[in-house]
């Protein structure tokens, strides 16, 4: 039997338009609109792709959104008063500096200038911090805060489940992991981090998930026989692959080999219309947050 498809464009969709409409009631509420700026560095294509649909997204939510883009010969300590100015603008609730940035400029030094309050990505070490913790106010990153949503909203609950997760990444193989253990209603799994240290038994660890999360950035990496029969499958790849049939020629796919897994998995989310449009509603959610704990202050 063929596995349930997961939508996560129809699921982001219903989000978004729950925001839309929250942003609506806070600007009747408070005369403001959520504000986010963008910060954009360089011309590297998924970048600028990414980008650019943040802020058409901003815009149909009806937030206040501008992008700033910079050559990357932009020097570290001009990109600093950049984020200080930012920082001090009571008019802007929330920033986003896309990564990756070039090599001369030093990406730690830059996520934590930005104001633990306005870093809606939760890439500060405040944030990350107290996502650990699992108290206090904070931003989980967009992409494990969508995850934790498409599940919600899928009646998948992760409690006492084994989920396993593969890639250790700061944006989302750590967070998700965090998340998922944290002692709260939907969360409350047993979560095991593999990655490349698994070596040879990878498969193992793999075959012993009730849920299993694929975010190493490698292509097709997750096949049939490392998934157990019945799990679900969250694909958080987001791999642009040589296509030649395709105008641009290439095209988008996931870490897991989709077409032989969802023979295997009971559910399990496609790429594209997984996990990405997720993402990008939570940009949204964080950035209307960051504006009502502001406005508030
Ligand atoms: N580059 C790849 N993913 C992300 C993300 O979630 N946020 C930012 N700022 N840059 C990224």
Redesign the pocket.
Known sequence: MSARIIDGKRIAEEVRAEIKEQAAAFFARTGIRPRIVFLLVGENPA?MV?VRNKGKSSEEAGFSHETLTFPTTITESELLDVIAKLNADKATHAL?????LPKHINEDRILEAIAPEKDI?G?HPMNVGRLLIGRGEYFA???PAGIMVMLEREKINASGKHVVVVGRSN?VGKPIAALLAQKAPNANAVVTLAHTGAGKRLTEFTRSADILIAAMGVPHAITADMVSPGAIVIDVGMNSIPDATKKSGSRLTGDVDFDAVKEVASAITPVPGGVGPM?IAMVLRNTLTAAERQVRS
């Open positions: 970048s990414y986003l500096c896309q990564l990756p990505d890439f990153p967009c992409t944006i993402t």
